[in-house]
């Protein structure tokens, strides 16, 4: 299994990202999909998250509004597309996949996923 996180880089405060997490090994109907960043000193935190089956999305609070989770099912790609960036969003990002049977309520624990990609690094410049 290979999650590659792609797309992360240098970007003003207010600009827009996309972020691409390209799988092999899994697919995104067999598994929810979720984004987790993570900050110098501050623990791995949930950004967004999409359900296997119905594509149902979910959002930390401090994304909602500014960040949009998608899959291409066909290219087997999940992308995090990121608007009105702040300073604060500057992190590493990771995607991930889970297999857990029940996915609400629980898309915001790393222990439910089962693969990780390697990160790719955000930063927003203010």
């Known amino acids: 299994v290979q999650l590659q996180a792609s797309g992360g880089g240098l970007v003003q405060a207010g600009g827009s990202l996309r972020l691409s997490c390209a799988a092999s090994?899994?697919?995104?109907?067999?598994?929810?999909m979720g984004w987790f960043r993570q900050a110098p000193g501050i623990e791995r935190e949930f950004v967004a998250g999409?359900?296997?089956?119905?594509?149902?999305?979910y959002y930390a609070d401090s994304v909602k509004g500014r960040f949009t989770v998608s899959r291409d099912l066909a290219k087997n790609t999940a992308y995090l597309q990121m608007d009105m960036l702040k300073s604060e969003d500057t992190a590493v990002y990771y995607c991930?996949?889970?297999?857990?049977?029940?996915?609400?309520?629980?898309?915001?624990?790393?222990?439910?996923?089962?693969?990780w990609g390697q990160g790719t690094l955000v930063t927003v410049s203010s």
């Open positions: 090994g899994v697919t995104f109907r067999g598994y929810h």
């Open positions: 999409i359900q296997r089956s119905a594509g149902i999305t």
């Open positions: 991930a996949v889970s297999r857990t049977a029940t996915y609400s309520g629980y898309y915001g624990d790393t222990k439910v996923y089962n693969y």
